[in-house]
């Protein structure tokens, strides 16, 4: 939901921008710490430092390491970050969080977002941030350095700062908590379930439960990863580890209410209800009721991130004049609120047409903040959810139909500049797609018409800026985006977004800038290959990356593309796949098929999507007997046309390729 937008009518929470974060200055946690960690002589890490760190903090608590090491994995991927704070102000490999101190020390920053909302903006920062709660007020999960220094011995500054003395304080929170059960040191994992589940900080029976099972898959999975720091870490596999679950019911949690919910069992969910009521002037809730998948089929998912900490989004989403979104998953555990019925249209993607058809997930997190992490925890818990909604609604998975918000085009020419960003570049697609079981993975020969953009993410670092301020650079990171330039050289300029800049001004680096950028998984039409560069079909353009054979950015793909049909020199391209204007009934107004600044033009090629018909909600009233969905002959194809996906006429077109 990135930028700082609160819509002041129906019309623009429905269709303009998603729930902007107003909270995103004061809880953006980046105080940039130095993490410390053994090393050699010469300064370089040692490859097996952290792993001895590790070993070291286990037989000194009596903690058995390979549950130390699944606790670290889930929370961290063994990562140190830099030194820098979780969006839950959680730090080291442990993340134990000490969100008072990253509140305190985190800087107000404005995005660098070049359309910035201006005194709207200002008002709802100011808002959100008069609503943070007091330090001294956080949950028991958003301060468990505190804890972690009692127990240890350790000052909660050496905890923050040195990776080592991180791990101890986990270590002695893991042994602490089984002493808390009344459980005895054990060197047998199973016997740590409970004291993995109260690690976790979840306040509920459910959460604790997902987060102790995700823990102990890691274990019996295993693990080998290069950490940020470039330390090799190795979890070996323990297969037959079968925890004493049966633990959890002696940490006095609460039951959270998931009556309502629609979510796998193997998610913690909880029912925390948009509202939809009426509150004057015609204008109601946050969302529309309907009925699919039968009025209309559900063909997207989109992933957005909050920009707001976890309190502040479920703020936003109970609010009858924001806008909504069906599920909300928390960053430190993985939790996961439902607001809306899959039933029924959300609003959050910009696009009205997008909102019928797609289910939205809001990730606690910040974009423009490399190393305000998202967590392990996270990004499974949203891949059971993502894989139960496409076995549900029939979803492929892949990144024609698994969207960031930053992929959902634009309705109409004049909304082109404000559709959002997020989750943006430094969300690992990757990452996630291997956690759906979907990695993206070679599908044919080196020569190949299609490539799949797939660089490596923890290597692949390209220079973004306005993390912070406008212009100023950001933090080197991982990144699962390329940059896109006019001829095959890192000199050429960017290539232009004429929608974003009309007077034909060259893309940025910026981060939050999307007009020369390919992301991981997207896939594009080959245009040419010199050297170690590819060419690939793009907003109409020929366009560039940088992808060497030896360590490459891109891999082979095969699917079908299309092109303009024969006897076309261009075709048109939309935001939105609406009905022609003899569809519509009596009584509803019908909506212009408007379309974009660009062109597809002759000789061209891009990825095919979905092939459907135009349609379009009519869904202005809280009585929902009015409501009408129009269904059109008019037929269209959704394409990957640049970083967002756009629809070309099905009768403009001739489809080829496979």
């Known amino acids: 939901m990135q930028g700082f937008a609160l819509a002041r009518s129906r019309s623009a929470r429905r269709h303009a921008w998603t729930a902007g974060s107003a909270v995103a200055a004061a809880a953006l946690l980046l105080p940039l710490l130095s993490a410390g960690t053994s090393a050699n002589a010469d300064g370089r890490p040692s490859a097996s430092a952290l792993q001895r760190d590790f070993a070291e903090a286990a037989d000194e608590f009596g903690v058995p390491e390979s549950v130390l090491l699944g606790v670290s994995y889930l929370q961290s991927r063994w990562d140190a970050h830099g030194g820098a704070a979780s969006v839950t102000g959680g730090y080291g490999p442990m993340h134990l969080t000490d969100a008072r101190t990253a509140l305190a ?71 602490d908590a089984q002493k808390s059960l009344g459980l005895p040191p054990s060197d047998d994992p199973a016997q740590w379930y409970g004291a993995v589940a109260r690690f976790s900080g979840a306040d509920d ?24 720091s470039g330390q090799r870490m190795v979890l070996a596999s323990d297969p037959d580890v079968a925890p004493d679950r049966s633990q959890v019911a002696e940490l006095g949690l609460r039951t959270a209410d998931a009556a309502r919910t629609e979510c796998p069992r193997s998610v913690a969910c909880e029912w925390i209800p948009a509202p939809y009521e009426e509150f004057g002037a015609g204008d109601y809730g946050n969302h529309d009721k309907a009925g699919r998948p039968d009025s209309q089929s559900v063909e997207y998912i989109v992933v957005h991130d909050t920009e707001a900490t976890w309190d502040t989004t479920l703020r936003l989403v109970q609010d009858p004049q ?83 918000h930053d992929n959902v085009p634009g309705t109409t020419t004049a909304t082109i500049r404000g559709m959002h960003t997020d989750p943006g570049p430094y969300w690992d697609w990757q990452h996630y797609f291997t956690l759906l079981g979907r990695p993206f993975i070679p ?12 660089p490596d993410y923890d290597a692949h670092r390209p220079p973004y800026t306005g993390c912070v301020k406008a212009g100023e650079a950001c933090t080197p990171h991982g990144s699962g985006a390329v940059r896109l330039h006019t001829d095959p050289s890192e000199g050429a300029p960017l290539v232009k977004d004429i929608g974003l800049r009309p007077g034909g001004q060259d893309s940025t680096t910026g981060v939050n800038d999307t007009g020369a950028r390919a992301s991981t998984g997207q896939q594009y039409a080959v245009a040419g290959r010199e050297g170690d560069w590819t ?10 990356f940088h992808n060497p054979r030896k360590k490459p950015t891109a891999v082979a793909a095969r699917t079908l593309v299309l092109t303009p049909r024969d006897g076309l020199a261009e075709v048109p391209v939309y935001g939105r796949a609406y009905p ?37 909600l009519y869904a202005t009233t809280f009585d929902t007997a009015g409501h009408r969905v129009v269904r059109g002959k008019e037929m269209y194809y959704e394409i990957q046309f640049g970083h967002r996906v756009a629809f070309v006429k099905a009768a403009d077109v001739a489809v080829t390729g496979r």
């Open 580 to 616: 022609e204007a003899s569809a519509y009934p009596a009584g509803v107004p019908v909506q212009p098929v408007s379309p974009l600044p660009y062109k597809l033009l002759a000789g061209q090629k891009y990825v095919v999507g979905d092939r459907l018909p135009g349609e379009y």
């Open 105 to 175: 020390e985190a800087p107000h920053h404005s995005h660098g977002v070049e359309d910035a909302r201006g005194d709207d903006a200002r008002t709802a920062r100011a808002a959100a941030e008069a609503a943070l709660p007091e330090p001294a007020s956080l949950p028991p999960r958003l301060r468990t350095m505190e804890r972690a220094a009692q127990v240890s011995g350790i000052g909660r500054e050496r905890l923050r700062d040195d990776a080592a003395a991180n791990v101890r304080g986990g270590a002695a929170l893991l042994a």
């Open 535 to 544: 060419a690939i079909w793009y907003l109409g353009q020929k366009a560039w």
């Open 205 to 228: 029976v459910a959460t604790a439960r997902t987060y102790a099972d995700d823990v102990f898959d890691v274990i019996r999975t295993g693990h080998a990863r290069t950490t940020d």
């Open 322 to 404: 924001y806008v909504s979104w069906q599920y909300s998953l928390r960053s430190s555990d993985g939790h996961v609120a439902q607001h809306v019925p899959l039933k029924d249209v959300a609003w959050h993607a910009g696009n009205w047409f997008v909102n019928a058809k797609s289910v939205g997930l809001e990730h606690e997190g910040f974009l423009v903040s490399p190393d305000a992490w998202y967590t392990e925890a996270m990004y499974r818990t949203s891949a059971r959810l993502v894989r139960y909604l496409a076995h549900r609604f029939g979803i492929p998975l892949d990144r024609q139909h698994l969207l960031g």
């Open 443 to 454: 599908q044919a020969g080196p020569d190949s018409a299609v490539v799949t953009i797939r």
